[in-house]
């Protein structure tokens, strides 16, 4: 069983920055797949962010340009730095590990609001 332990979450006006940190109980080292998703009352979680076990990231079109993830392999550490953060960035956010299986975080929520 994986633990996945998030922080960083908070309420932020429009324009302020967060960072998201996930912890992982187990090595992240050569996991398949990491990443982070988000998910608002009545809608799907959606994948925000991901990185491979190569290193190869990619991002959902509207946080490009303003999200970056990394990954800290010593640590277990996968985080999530968001900039220039907008309204409709206003989610839970869950870390994410698949290996096999899916494992999630219990969620931290992101307020963006003026």
């Known amino acids: 069983q994986v633990q996945l332990v998030e922080s960083g979450g908070g309420a932020v006006q429009p324009g302020g920055s967060l960072r998201l940190s996930c912890e992982s109980s187990r090595t992240i080292f050569g996991v398949y797949r990491m990443g982070w998703f988000r998910q608002t009352p009545g809608k799907e979680r959606e994948l925000v962010a991901s990185i491979t076990a190569s290193g190869s990231t990619t991002y959902r079109d509207s946080v490009k340009g303003r999200f970056t993830l990394s990954r800290d392999i010593a640590k277990d550490t996968l985080s999530l730095q968001m900039n220039n953060l907008k309204p409709e960035d206003t989610a839970v956010y869950y870390c994410?590990?698949?290996?096999?299986?899916?494992?999630w975080g219990k969620g931290t929520q992101v307020t963006v609001s003026s």
């Open positions: 994410w590990l698949h290996d096999n299986f899916n494992y």
